[in-house]
């Protein structure tokens, strides 16, 4: 008689909590489509394409969580090994099994007619396009990536890192190949996009393979040097910070005043996308990053600015048409964006926090709604909106809207400004006292603040850099009409400012660059145009996934990371030594000692 | 413990006072507004003296006045639609007085009923069920519906706001954003996006009645009727037994209510349970009524519920009903009463932008609402 | 002449309990003031009355002859009334330097152009409000200074706190400071150390203080003058050694003797 080895006894309890949340994510992946949604868009032609990825990733994921451990200093915990593996593998075929279901589902009922994606489509893509597969291959497929996802657990650490470095970069590089293939013009690149690219799509799949495999290994070799370097500049002091930073913030300057010219009209308008968002996120990470106000009517400053200039520029404006030059009409945006920031951040202000959220939200809609209706539809063409609104003339180049480039340039100009007001105006009094006021506003006012001032103003800069962003937006697409300024906007504004981190400013940049880059904006298409309506899912679920899971957001201020993280810092400075103690202990209770 | 509450009262005592200027601006609006409610409703009396008189003529030359039908019409109708507002904002004012912040995803919650109770209502009228049993099917429906809405309620707080609960409030607001989005876009995405529809209803029940002359269609009774037996079920629960009285304990205080015994965990799920399944009452009425839903149909009735709780103050069951109805009825009214009267062309489309107003201005000037909000003090704060 | 504060027939009422009840009360220029009394006693609410954080029913409160009835804590705050929080209320995510950076803000007045366009006035005023700061903050040894400057106040030991706290009203360049039981959970050795601060405030900084205090070693040791009170009404007031010894103050914190309680 043998007996199993004592590291074969399997949590089974925990393999099926988390096989069948792998297999009701699956289907819910499945049945919201975007498998179908996302086919099309290849990854390694003719192998593996973005619908897969969205099936793919889950069991692997889930096998990796379910066959991790809790790792706790100082306690011993057996080596990783079989058991986490056969883990890995039994939650990830639980999972695939939801999906051998839901195959053997379609082909069996009908019920197409509330599940739209209940179809013959869907059965295709998940028997990948073969007529009469097993549906049973799905438990295969599912613990072969349940397996590695646990492996992934089970290896070492820099291999696991270079693993997934390498799989990454092949998914980037697939997600870049429009950017790519229409940069490759300006930089006579047209080889290289032809020799890892497929004609229809996708990588090629030796060029995947070599590109994953050299990524891998640098990583490998590099053994974490890029996450050394990134802790030693967040570790850096004063001065020398603000040193690095200005460089780095130079690099990224240059970069985007150069690379434009190499590019062609896609990439541009997606670029001049990307910047109008991120000029609008700046805004709102002054107000609420910096201020700590949470406005959902942000949209509503966005449409003060574009009609503004709608106005003032068109010729066949409804009502009034001085037909102003853009620049001359941005002096007016900027009074009026001020003026409706204070008429609408005044009896707001003092409210608590939540609902001041709703009733900005009120705002924002109220405003769209007079725009939308007969009553200011004599003024400002109500559903129709206002159109013929001309190009930019800035006395030396004329950028009509259809200059994509022009206008990034012009976005990059206007996001430059916005940095420089945040970064100027967060190491001043006026910064200062928000600080103060986020973190206790009873007290700021009572250190001598006022509170409804600072406040204030921190609306009034943020509206005036929505203002910009919808001055420009109105000179690009040469119209305005209220439903641009749903509600919806403010909302994609905050997921930005949220995912990329509340109040740090290379946090906003990389938000603005994932999300709208690459999902887009809530009507702007980015990279991945194949999401379309799933977009705005994905959004929701990024939302939800960052406040719960990381509410410092992916490029976290060291002040609001510390802010979340009290207690890690309380016990890094202990080890340290850097803490502070008082030189007894207190005595206990305080008594009156008559 | 003593010290917290003491911080809290102080900012209430504070809120009294506003700077002069903002107070000053303030002051105005508020004239600004009444004034102009007060003109619009003097002329509406005006036009309903006599459409030529000269003061109904002022601003709204072509005044024709309404007649008693008409009003009766308006008032039916607002009401009819309050009561989904009102609805809701149980949910909202039960989740608020417990856990003390806005779950901006309750309206969702309701269009998930709404779209359960299409699929089912759907199913028994491809069969023929739904003409030839009519009641039977309707109860299942509506069954069926609210459980799928509880789930949903359940679900929502388990996952994404449990883990919140003892961050600040705006935490979890912003979580709860993401969920509303969530939900919205999942069911678009898995139902496709267009609107659908309820089946036909049965003739007994579409049919017009004439009530106290009031002509009101079965269907509305129906809604009346329904909602109705869900309030004195809530009443009940929250009065009479021991699982409400534990609610009222833990929207007082969170930690004695625990202190004394209470599963704190079990009574925020049950609330979050109940406010789903009043939710699920609305959705499938309101499927009845207006026989169309789709993934957006939560967002407008969600806000504007939230303001009904608002006005009929946060935390207060009665208040959050009556608040529904108030408002309801403010934004069926309100345009033709005062709007109308004013020259405003095309008022009917400004009733969401009436329901917002009353949001803002109760906000602004009574943010404790008509009927005064039960809020523990630390969620006053 | 006339009093640096003065109090008349001050009257605060929390729905029903009269927190406070017919207060008068004054301090002159230059005076060290302890206000002692048993909890719930209205002490701290008295503080609040004073700056602004909550609205009397009834009296009048003078500031160097005015009223400062109605106005804006931040506004009483810039008339020249500082106070510190007896549950140690700082702005923990801040550093220690921003802290009392930040309580400079009254006393100065660079706004966004100044921050936009970094005018020679802006600089020059930042440097007086971190130099002014680091002075402030050295009036403590060297417990706030050096490394801890940019450290977060959350990181700061309970003593430091409250240091901190200090430091961060005098930043306010009151005339009148008001603390709301400075040494409470201090060792006696911290004590000590502080209540001789307390006298150097005076002495060094020219603040006139008003102290509420339960420890009788630093109500002894620091105050002119001694004023009690008893469920909102002052019961003595008087030196030390007059209070100490009144029969009335006594009963307030040890209760009515048995035998005339017939
Ligand atoms: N904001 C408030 N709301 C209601 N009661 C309060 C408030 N502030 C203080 N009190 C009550 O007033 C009394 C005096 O409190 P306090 O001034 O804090 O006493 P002390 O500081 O002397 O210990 C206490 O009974 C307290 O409960
Ligand atoms: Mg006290």
Known sequence: MTTLPSTLILDWKRIFKWGSICAAALLFVSLVGMPIKLDPKSIISPLLSLGYVSLFWLPLIFGYVASSRVVLEGVETSKPGLSDLLTGVLTGAIGGAGLTLLMLGIENFDIRDPLINWSPQLLEVLAFGARDLNSAVWIGIGGALGLVGAALNVIPESLRRGVSYGFFTVLAVAIFEPALDDMSEGFRLEWLVELIFQKRGGLKLWPAIILASLIGLISVVSKGKVKKAVAQYRKQEGSQKKQTSVVLFGIVAALGVVL????????????????????????????????????????????????????????????????????????????????????????????????????????????????????????????????????????????????????????????????????????????????????????????????????????????????????????????????????????????????????????????????????????????????????????????????????????????????????EFLQDSWLKGTDDEDEEQPIEGEEAQI | MKEEKTVTAVIEGKSKRRTPLVDRFLFVVKVFLIGLVTIGFLAFVAQQISPDNWFARWRNPGATGLSADQIKGLVISGLSQGVFYGLIALGYSMVYGVLGFINFAHGEVFMVSAYTGYIAANKFSANGMWESNFALCLLIVLLLAVMVSTVTAVLTERIAYRPLRNSPRLIPLITSIGVSFVLQNAVLGIFGPGTQGYPQLPEWLAKQRSILTFEISGIKILVFLVTIVSMTGLW?????????????????????????????????????????????????????????????????????????????????????????????????????????????????????AVAFTVLVMVLLFKPSGLFGERLSAEDRA | MSHLLEIKDLQVTFGGLDALSGLNFHVDEGEIVSVIGPNGAGKTTFFNTITGLVEPTGGDILFEGNSVLGLEPNEVTSLGIARTFQNVRLFPNMTILENVMVAQHCRTSQNVFGALFQTKAFKKEEEEIRQRGEEILSFFGSRLVGYRLDQAAFMLSYANRRRLEIARAMATQPRLMLLDEPVAGMNPSETAELTELIGRLRSEWGFTIVIIEHDMAVVKNVSDRVVVLDHGVPIASGSYEEVSTDPDVIEAYLGRPVESRS
């Not at chain 1, 709102?284 to 009609?307: E, P, Q, S």
């Not at chain 1, 250190?447 to 929505?466: D, E, Q, R, W, Y």
């Open chain 1, 260 to 567: 434009p010219i190499f590019m062609g009209t896609y990439v541009n308008s997606l670029l001049a996308n990307v910047g109008i968002f991120l000029l609008l996120a700046l805004g709102l990470n002054i107000v609420v990053g910096l201020a700590g106000i949470l406005d959902l009517g942000y949209v509503a400053f966005f449409a003060v600015g574009a009609y503004t200039t709608a106005v003032l520029t068109s010729e066949i404006s409804p009502f009034f048409a001085p037909g102003l030059t853009w620049v001359l009409s941005l002096v007016f945006v900027v009074l009026l964006a001020a003026l409706t920031g204070l008429i609408i951040g005044a009896p707001v202000i003092r409210m608590r926090g939540d609902y001041l959220a709703i009733v900005t939200l009120g705002f924002g809609e109220i405003i769209r709604l007079l725009f939308l209706s007969d009553f200011l539809k004599p003024y400002f063409g109500g559903a129709q909106g206002i159109l013929g609104i001309p190009g930019i003339d800035l006395g030396f180049v004329y950028i009509s809207g259809t200059d994509t480039r022009g206008i990034f340039y012009l976005v990059l100009f206007f996001c430059g400004l916005a940095v420089y007001v945040s970064w100027r105006l967060q190491a001043s009094r006026l910064g200062r006292s928000w600080m103060a006021i986020r973190e206790d506003e009873q007290v700021a006012e009572a250190m001598g603040i006022n509170t409804v001032n600072s406040k204030l103003m921190a609306f009034v800069v943020g509206a005036v850099l929505a203002s910009f962003a919808g001055a420009i937006m109105a000179a690009r697409v040469g119209s305005v009409f209220p439903n641009s300024f749903m509600i919806l906007i403010s909302i994609v504004i905050l997921v930005v400012v949220i995912v990329g981190g509340m109040g740090s400013i290379p946090g906003v940049f990389v938000g603005a660059f994932v999300l709208i880059g690459i999902l887009g904006g809530p009507k702007q298409p980015g990279l991945l145009q194949e999401f379309g309506s799933l977009k705005l899912l994905v959004y929701g679920m990024l939302l939800v996934y960052m406040m719960l899971q990381r509410p410092e957001g992916l490029v976290p201020s060291a002040r609001r990371t510390q802010e979340l993280h009290q207690e």
């Open chain 2, 236 to 352: 009940y629960l929250v009065e009479r037994t021991k699982t409400g009285k534990a609610m009222r304990a833990v929207a007082e205080d969170k930690e004695i209510a625990s202190l004394m015994g209470i599963n704190v965990n079990r009574i925020i799920v049950t609330t979050f349970a109940v406010g789903g399944a009043m939710a699920g009452v609305a959705g499938v009425m309101f499927g009845l009524l207006f026989r169309a839903v789709n993934p957006m149909t939560g967002f407008l009735p969600g806000i504007k519920a939230f303001t009904a709780a608002v006005v009929g103050g946060i935390g207060n069951l009665g208040g959050a009903m009556s608040g529904g109805l108030a408002l309801g009825s403010a934004e069926s009214i309100a345009p033709q009463l005062i709007l109308e009267p004013l020259g405003v062309p095309g008022v009917t489309q400004l009733k969401d």
